[in-house]
């Protein structure tokens, strides 16, 4: 953070995706507690980020989706399970219809329980959930968009537990040694992962310089600050194409957004019943339209 | 030396690969390669040389070698990776489960070294399992071609085909006898030498040695079919079947474990359409050791002479 100068953001711009994020934030309770199943808190996490992506800072086409995505930015989910956040940004965004989402991880749905490309989901481009590998697959579609001479960009978002898979620091090494510098990373630190805290399931820590040592432009940001989401990741940007890729470390609250699931593990993995639907959803107003 | 196919070199079958993934990114510009720190071992060097541009060094990390093959894709590159068999199936199979075959990306694994002709390496090196991996796969295309001539234009064939394939072959020199006109199709078995008495379904180096077979059990009085099954996945059931109605019983030869791979295969085939008395000449489950390719071929018991011991204890149950 300290190395950024916060650029002015329209407090228009932060406004309008507070309030698609807001929505977003509903949608991810409703579906999951349609489906009594799914994950949550990562998902409530990265609201305000999935949101600013989506919405402000990706240059996409959700009219004339490609599985090839050449001239246009391209998003790779690492982690996986947060598909209830990935799904209502993209159905609000308009890749496929938003009645949909009420078909999250029912039989015969697009909305696999995690991400997948085998039912042709506008969006997906890459099966993930199991961990580790959505980063390895961004920097081949980052070595694609080089090999193409287009100068679009790749974005990837991982859960920080995943890092603990090896693949991933493979993935770094790559990237650098090959200054695959039109990827920005974005790790979402929640310090929570199934088993409980990171630190103490396993510690990450320093992971700024490990990320630093490893060859890469390394940003800190708040995942709920809007404006900083916005002014860090245009900021990014302009670090691209300086041999160097980029590693935005996002410090985020799982369940943002519903009291008792903010900063507990437990909400990782797990539906909230009847009362606790009710609960959250009074603390969630809707924004937009509801699915 | 076989009568039916002389061989008119030696020469690994890898060669051919090399040759094949040269001509592939000749062809098509699409054509990628990707190495995990053994480009020259699995004989990428050409490709390497001819198209820099468009060969990536991934170092010793196989598992992010598959997930950026995956990744190539998007945006229409058609990526081979490559390495010894072991590290391109057994150490990655989940990355390859996930992110090639479930996500059905064009991406071609490549795996030389295959079986016990590896050698002196061992048994850490020797994979004898990636048939059954590979084959149990949604989406996956597994070739297993038996000469270097084949191995080139199978490693064509899998660069124009769309879709994830797996390819193996193997270090040593090895006989080269297929033909340079004999036409490659993915899926279609050939019948290289046609019999009355039984089928010898053979694939990999082991297609020579049941070419071979064929001959001595010819001594015998005995009149062997010969198929090369260079497509493991999509089985070609319908060669099979046809042959086995005809001779009434059935050997399958491979450098593998016995069990899941081509014998595996061609017996779901006979159990499920077609029962008829089989054996399955491979490893009989166990890891391998250091060696030459020939004594380990000798120990293991994947010599002509096992074929052919085989095919006779096949007959002995053969309905009159």
């Not at chain 1, 329980?113 to 390895?136: D, Y």
């Not at chain 1, 090896?166 to 088993?195: C, M, P, S």
Request: include cysteine; glycine fraction near 10%.
């Amino acid at each position: 953070m300290k190395e950024i100068t916060p650029l002015p953001v329209s407090t228009e711009t932060v406004a309008r995706l507070q309030k698609i994020a807001a929505q977003v934030r509903r949608d991810i309770i409703r579906m999951v507690f349609n489906a009594q199943s799914g994950h949550p808190g990562g998902s409530l996490g990265c609201a305000d980020f999935m949101a600013a992506l989506f919405f402000e800072v990706m240059d996409i086409d959700p009219d004339r989706f490609t599985m090839d995505g050449i001239g246009e930015d391209v998003f790779i989910l690492s982690n996986g399970h947060i598909s209830p956040v990935f799904y209502s940004v993209l159905a609000r965004r308009g890749y496929f219809p938003i009645s949909e989402l009420r078909t999250f991880r029912k039989i015969d749905s697009r909305l696999q329980g995690h991400p997948a490309t085998a039912e042709g989901l506008p969006g997906v481009r890459i099966a993930t959930g199991s961990l580790g590998q959505g980063l390895s697959v961004a920097v081949g579609a980052a070595l694609s968009k080089r090999l193409n001479r287009d100068d679009h960009l790749v974005y990837c978002l991982q859960g920080d537990g995943e890092l603990e898979e090896g693949q991933n620091w493979e993935a770094y090494a790559f990237a650098a040694h090959h200054g695959v510098d039109n990827l920005i990373v974005t790790i979402d630190y929640n310090r929570k992962q199934i088993d409980g805290p990171l630190p103490e399931v396993m510690n990450l820590e320093p992971l700024h310089q490990k990320l630093k040592a490893f060859g890469w432009h390394v940003l800190e940001m708040d995942g709920h600050n809007m404006a900083q989401i916005i002014y860090t990741l245009e900021h990014a940007k302009k670090l691209t194409g300086s041999g160097r890729p980029i590693a935005v470390i996002m410090h985020t609250i799982m369940g943002k957004g519903v009291d008792f699931m903010e900063d507990d593990h437990r909400w990782h993995g797990s539906p909230p019943n009847q009362e606790q639907f009710e609960r959250a959803l009074q603390q969630l107003p809707a924004t937009l339209k509801d699915f | 030396m076989s009568k039916y196919y002389p061989a008119y070199d030696h020469k690994p079958t890898r060669e051919g690969f090399g040759e094949g993934l040269y001509l592939a990114g000749k062809e098509n510009p699409r054509v990628v390669a990707l190495a995990a720190d053994l480009s020259d071992s699995i004989k990428m060097t050409r490709f390497k040389r001819e198209f820099p541009e468009r060969f990536f060094q991934a170092g010793v990390a196989e598992a992010n070698m598959v997930g950026v093959a995956a990744g190539l894709t998007i945006g229409g590159w058609i990526p081979f990776a490559g390495s010894f068999v072991n590290f391109i199936t057994g150490r990655v199979y989940d990355q390859i489960r996930q992110s090639v075959a479930y996500s059905n990306k064009n991406v071609k694994l490549a795996g030389s070294h295959m079986g016990l002709t590896l050698g002196e390496d061992g048994a850490t090196h020797q994979n004898l399992e990636d048939l059954a991996l590979m084959r149990t796969l949604p989406n996956m295309t597994v070739l297993s071609p038996c000469d270097a001539t084949q191995t080139r234009q199978a490693t064509l064939a899998a660069a124009r085909h769309s879709g994830p394939v797996y390819i193996r072959f193997g270090r040593p020199k090895w006989p080269v006898f297929i033909p340079e006109e004999m036409p490659f199709e993915i899926g279609k078995a050939q019948v290289l030498k046609s019999g009355n008495d039984v089928t010898l379904i053979a694939t990999g180096h082991m297609v020579w040695h049941a070419l071979l077979a064929a001959e001595m059990l010819e001594k015998r009085g005995i009149d062997a079919e010969v198929i090369n099954m260079h497509t493991i996945k999509p089985l070609d059931r319908e060669a099979v079947l046809q042959s086995v109605r005809k001779t009434g019983a059935a050997v399958t030869a491979e450098e593998h474990q016995k069990a899941g791979g081509l014998g595996g295969a061609v017996a779901e085939v006979l159990g499920e359409e077609q029962p008829v008395p089989m054996a399955r000449v491979g490893v009989n489950d166990r890891f391998g050791e250091s060696g030459k390719p020939e004594e380990l071929m000798r120990k293991y018991g994947l010599m002509p002479e096992d074929i052919v011991q085989a095919a006779l204890r096949v007959l002995t149950r053969k309905k009159p």
